[in-house]
């Protein structure tokens, strides 16, 4: 399956603007809990799949190396002598979303009340 592209239909976008698009991206399977890990720093598969357990459950071999596929395609991630790492665009990615982590934890909150 390609990565979804701006200017193509995507999930929840006809026109697939570019953050559809990259909402699309970012929501499949373990998408997030991949670029989540590699901030860090590189990984080797094994070390990327276990950090992607400890916090969120089983990821099977298969399912890891599509969703890498899938995020170097989209030049996010990148794949380095140390193992697998965010590029600079992918770090860029993260810095973003990285506020909006506390802000869930209050939306979550209030659902919850």
């Known amino acids: 399956m390609a990565i979804p592209k701006p200017g193509k239909p995507v999930r929840g976008s006809k026109s697939g603007t570019p953050l559809m698009a990259l909402f699309d991206l970012l929501g499949r399977r373990w998408a997030m809990g ?37 995020l170097q395609e989209a030049q996010l991630v990148e794949r380095t002598l140390d193992g697998y790492a965010l590029t600079k665009l992918g770090e860029e990615l ?20």
């Open 34 to 70: 991949i670029v989540w890990n590699l901030y860090g720093g590189p990984l080797t598969f094994r070390d990327l799949q276990a950090a992607c357990e400890r916090k969120s459950g089983t990821i099977s071999p298969s399912i890891l190396n599509g969703r890498l596929k899938d």
């Open 94 to 113: 993260f810095v973003l979303l990285r506020p909006l982590a506390p802000w869930a934890e209050k939306w979550g909150k209030r659902l919850d009340g």
